[in-house]
């Protein structure tokens, strides 16, 4: 496969997953700042921002319309939602020779729909729209496309994301403290209410809820699970071997996922922040690395930077 178009499948699944994932974190924040009227509103917008790698114009208020626009409505920006589903459509057209025509049509309807959805006014809305496309285009990968190359770099780079935002997820419920959301409001924006009910049997607990989003093996979008994906797809593409940049990648995940599976709860829970800091790091450190292997180029890709 031609280093280009591993590039935009690696890079359709990160977009996809990222506005997916940026539509749940602001899901629940919003409905946080909705539940609680006595909530620091500046000082959770600001937290929020800073857990995105965001930072908000200085002197001015941060607020949840500021928040939107910059995570959401921003369609220069592929950290935001909007230029997320840009950049994705992009780099579908990069990649239209591989990709199923099922999958193109699904990532091009979204592009279309992108500028009225937007311009709804109903942020809960529009929240709940990505995540339905989003879902419609994971759904297609997982059930249109031979698991081939082509769906092992989709998914390898859903993979990376996924670990990476819920992480992000999990450092914006510490950070936030009292003022953010509540450990079973993350699981439902996870969709993992009913799966963690089912597995627990009993009423939610902070400890066994941020078990489950961490470690628990089977749920999709806990941070391991994801982790563990990520490095069956590489193993998929290529057997481990003598590859410097191959063993560099299967190492930053290997790192991070044994990291949370063999340390004690309680110690990943008092520094949760740093904890999460430094999976966000490692899947830094592999999506280097897998550029580095599959495609290289001359431009530096970062998690805030141009599109692919």
């Avoid at 311009?119 to 809960?124: K, L």
């Amino acid at each position: 496969m031609l280093s280009r178009i591993a590039e935009s499948l690696f890079w359709i699944g990160r977009y996809v997953e990222r506005a997916e994932d940026t539509a749940r974190l602001l899901d629940v924040h919003l409905h946080a700042l909705l539940e609680d009227p006595w909530a620091e509103e500046d000082l959770a917008c600001r937290s929020l921002l800073a857990v995105m790698d965001r930072e908000p114009e200085p002197g001015v208020p941060a607020g949840r319309r500021v928040v939107l626009e910059v995570l959401a409505y921003d369609a220069a920006a592929p950290a935001s939602i909007a230029g997320a589903l840009v950049a994705a459509r992009e780099n579908a057209r990069r990649g239209r020779e591989v990709i199923s025509t099922e999958l193109w049509e699904a990532l091009n309807a979204t592009w279309t729909q992108l500028p009225v959805r937007t311009r709804s006014g109903r942020p809960h809305d529009f929240l709940a729209w990505v995540r339905e496309r989003a879902a419609v285009v994971s759904g297609i990968v997982d059930q249109s496309l031979s698991r081939d190359d082509t769906w092992q770099f989709l998914v390898l780079g859903r993979s990376i994301e996924r670990a990476d935002m819920t992480a992000r997820l999990l450092a914006a419920r510490a950070l936030t403290g009292a003022s953010g959301p509540d450990w079973p409001t993350l699981l439902r924006s996870c969709g993992a209410h009913e799966a963690y009910l089912r597995r627990f049997r009993g009423v939610a607990t902070d400890r066994s809820a941020a078990e489950f989003l961490l470690t628990d093996p089977l749920f999709p979008r806990s941070v391991v699970y994801a982790l563990t994906q990520a490095q069956s797809c590489l193993d998929a593409l290529e057997p481990p071997g003598q590859d410097l940049y191959s063993i560099a990648a299967r190492r930053s995940l290997g790192h991070a996922r044994t990291g949370l599976e063999y340390a004690e709860l309680g110690e990943v829970l008092a520094h949760l922040p740093h904890q999460m800091a430094l999976v966000q790091r490692a899947c830094a450190a592999a999506s280097d690395a897998i550029r580095a292997r599959y495609f290289p180029s001359g431009a530096v890709t970062t998690w805030v930077g141009s599109m692919l």
